[in-house]
């Protein structure tokens, strides 16, 4: 400093000197001490008087400051005087001993430029070290005003209402750490201060406008707003008519929301919840968190994908994330209260304590609260808190409120949602799909269930995986229902080669579901593991029909199954289509071998009824003649009754011509087998229940049809009968079929 900042510097220690290292309080004696207290008291060491001569001595010195700024202007030292020559040498140490003994090669103008250079330095510093001296002197005026207010309100009784771990730092410091280091402690006594007035329902801006007066800097224009806020939501809570008590937490809504970035966000929203101002909470809340990130730097940071290297985008984030907690909290309460049994409410958790943020109201009003909070939460058009409260829905077990909401962040959410994860969330794409629906865009729908579908299992989770094969194939049978919804709305190339794509999927997979379903019975019956784990395998993920033709139908000998694969692709091969029916029907007669004979012909028709709605429109993969002939082997051999072979492909909706043609060529291929099964003529008798079910039902063809097939059966019975009377007359049963068949043949030329 300049000999004039060290007569400032000089006058202002020997001003504060006396209590510069001096505590500030003591305790009260235990004599003088309240004896309900439990920790002894505080009172200042400083008496107000005290306080304000200091006061006044360093007025003097600021006014001093202020009015003579000439001070603060550079007067070199009379103690080290300077030359343009020496003044070089000293600063240029970079100059050989030769140029600084003799001043070889430099001139007077380069001197007085680097005199004047370092004059410029030297009253920066000047300046520098006087404005230090003038804020010092400013701030321990302030100090000392504010100290001096606290003891004229009772400084023992509002030192009682600091927080324990503030009466102790008050009891440790001294004067000059609570200068230059009391931020905190000022807050506090200034909070105790003001609580005192609040609690004593005395108005507060005459001691704020004091304060503001006296100590601008300990008591901020945001201090003043938020002790007013506090005094406003304070009056509120004491008013008994419902409509002033909402005007007064709505002004101090107002003013809490002008000082949002400093208050105690957390604890204004509590109080709030408390007093059932739940709008004041989202209102508060979203208005902290505009405040917080004012230039929408979290909101960048969600959209990047969260960068780790992003970290003021982050730390934005988290500052939002804060606020928007105190709306979750709050509806969390809400949704809780109303879900409680209004006989039983809930007890706190500790006696005589209300659990800080959870409205004591009855259940029915907490729901309605809960809808109106929520409403008007969704109102805004912040989206990270949108973000936030549907993170909460999830939370919460409320995804299907999630669909309800009008919102376009909606979709934005799920997408981002589903994308976070590698291979998607089926929670999460389960709700994008719904909501696609919803919203009647049923392409996206279907394109997302169908990525459902096809989601496969992670290896670790082939034993117990995430979709079963019975939702994967409910998954795409919405798909193909969304997509014809989607090409009933708009008629596109692209759109139906993707419904027909999704319908060929759809097949292939309940193949797939019958091959699963036909491994399960088969594990249950053998106990075999490797059908076990074949079954859990085909739970991971859809497969084609290679695969399930080569790795599991052909493998395990699934008959059925193979059919159905070979008729899905449409693979003809005539050998292999009739090996296939030889081993269903041959199965099916194993399993019901230690049944009657009745009941093992009706399970035969049934399984027969079964598969061929399924296949009878494909003469390929349901080979009627085949079927007839060996079906009707079965019947010989095993004395069921002749008629159910034909009656069971009527049923079927094959034609009585066709049949009878089937049947008329059996006869004449003359197979030995029937008389390897002791019924030589036993497709005769068929042949005449079948015309003989005709001549009793003309319905069974079309009237059209009527007239030439009784011709065509005359001619055929006419063929029958020469064979029968070519045959020994002495058998009984040879007899009895050319009788039959010559009173049939007399029915039907009645009906010519």
Not at 72 to 82: A, K, M
Not at 247 to 260: A, I, N
Not at 654 to 660: D, F, G, I, R
Not at 728 to 736: G, H, M, Y
Request: glycine share 4%.
């Amino acid at each position: 400093l300049s000999w004039s900042g060290e007569v400032l510097s000089t006058h202002c220690v020997g001003v504060c000197r006396p209590l510069w290292e001096a505590t500030l309080v003591s305790d009260v004696s235990a004599a003088s001490a309240s004896a309900a207290s439990a920790t002894a008291a505080i009172t200042s060491r400083f008496t107000p008087e005290d306080l304000q001569t200091f006061s006044d001595l360093l007025t003097g010195l600021r006014s001093f400051l202020e009015k003579n700024q000439q001070f603060v202007s550079f007067q070199p030292d009379p103690r080290l005087p300077v030359s343009p020559g020496n003044l070089q040498r000293r600063l240029m140490h970079f100059i050989s001993p030769q140029q600084q003994a003799g001043g070889v090669g430099v001139t007077d103008s380069f001197g007085q430029a680097i005199q004047r250079k370092h004059q410029a330095e030297a009253l920066a510093l000047e300046r520098n070290s006087l404005s230090n001296i003038s804020h010092l002197v400013q701030r321990t005026i302030e100090s000392l005003s504010l100290w001096r207010v606290i003891c004229e309100h009772g400084f023992t009784t509002v030192s009682n209402k600091l927080q324990q771990a503030e009466k102790d730092m008050l009891r440790r410091i001294v004067f000059k750490e609570f200068v230059v280091n009391g931020k905190q402690l000022c807050d506090g006594l200034v909070r105790c201060l003001m609580n005192q007035y609040i609690s004593d329902s005395v108005a507060t801006d005459n001691i704020s406008g004091q304060l503001r007066e006296l100590c601008p800097s300990l008591f901020s224009q945001d201090d003043a707003v938020m002790t007013k806020a506090n005094e406003t939501f304070s009056l509120g809570r004491t008013l008994e008519n419902r409509h002033d008590k909402n005007r007064m937490f709505e002004e101090s809504l107002q003013l809490f929301s002008q000082v949002s970035h400093r208050i105690d966000l957390s604890d204004t929203c509590r109080q709030y919840g408390e007093v059932g101002f739940y709008t004041g909470v989202v209102d508060l809340s979203l208005c902290a968190a505009e405040k917080r990130d004012p230039q929408g730097l979290a909101l960048h940071h969600y959209r990047s994908g969260q960068p780790a290297e992003d970290t003021p985008g982050q730390t934005a984030l988290d500052s939002r994330q804060h606020c928007y907690t105190c709306v979750t909290t709050c509806l969390n309460s809400l949704l809780t209260a109303s879900l409680q049994v209004p006989s039983s409410p809930p007890l706190p958790r500790t006696q005589g304590v209300q659990q800080p943020g959870v409205p004591t109201v009855p259940t029915n009003q907490a729901a309605t609260s809960f809808e109106g909070t929520l409403q008007h939460a969704l109102k805004s058009r912040d989206e990270l808190f949108h973000v936030t409260v549907y993170d909460w829905f999830l939370n919460a077990q409320l995804n299907d409120r999630l669909l309800d909401i009008n919102s376009p962040y909606v979709e934005e959410y799920l997408k981002r949602s589903c994308s976070s994860q590698p291979n998607g969330s089926i929670v999460m794409m389960d709700l994008l799909w719904k909501y696609y629906e919803k919203v009647k865009n049923f392409g996206a729908a279907a394109r997302i269930l169908s990525k459902l579908s096809e989601r496969e299992s992670q290896p670790s989770d082939r034993e117990q995986p995430e979709l079963k094969l019975q939702q994967r194939v409910e998954y795409l049978s919405r798909a193909v229902m969304s997509a014809k919804s989607a090409t009933v709305r708009t008629v596109t190339g692209a759109e139906g080669e993707f419904l027909h794509e999704l319908e060929e999927k759809l097949e292939v997979a309940r193949i797939q579901l019958q091959v699963q379903q036909a491994l399960e019975q088969k594990a249950a019956m053998s106990g075999s593991e490797d059908m076990a784990l074949a079954v859990q395998f085909l739970n991971s993920e859809l497969m084609d029909v290679s695969r399930l033709y080569g790795d599991y139908a052909d493998k395990f000998d699934l008959s059925e199954c193979k059919l159905a694969i070979v008729h899905c692709a449409g693979h003809y091969d005539p050998t292999l289509v009739q090996s296939l029916w030889t081993d269903i029907i041959t199965e099916e007669l194993n399993q019901s071998q230690h049944c009657d004979p009745a009941s093992r012909m009706e399970a035969m028709q049934s399984k027969l009824l079964a598969f061929g709605h399924t296949y009878s429109r494909s003469e390929r993969f349901f080979p009627i003649p085949f079927l007839v002939k060996h079906l009707e082997q079965h019947s010989c051999r095993l004395e069921w009754e002749p008629s159910w072979v034909f009656s069971t492909f009527l049923k079927l909706g094959a034609s009585l011509v066709q049949l009878h043609t089937i049947y008329d060529r059996l006869f004449k291929s003359k197979d030995p087998c029937w008389q390897s099964y002791g019924k030589p003529h036993h497709v005769l008798t068929v042949l005449h229940l079948l015309l003989s079910s005709f001549a009793s039902k003309p319905s069974l063809l079309p009237a059209f049809q009527r007239q030439p097939f009784v011709a065509l059966a005359l001619d055929a019975i006419a063929t029958y009968l020469v064979e029968l009377e070519s045959l020994p007359r002495s058998d009984r049963r040879v007899q009895q079929t050319l009788g039959d068949f010559k009173a049939l043949q007399r029915r039907l030329q009645r009906g010519l």
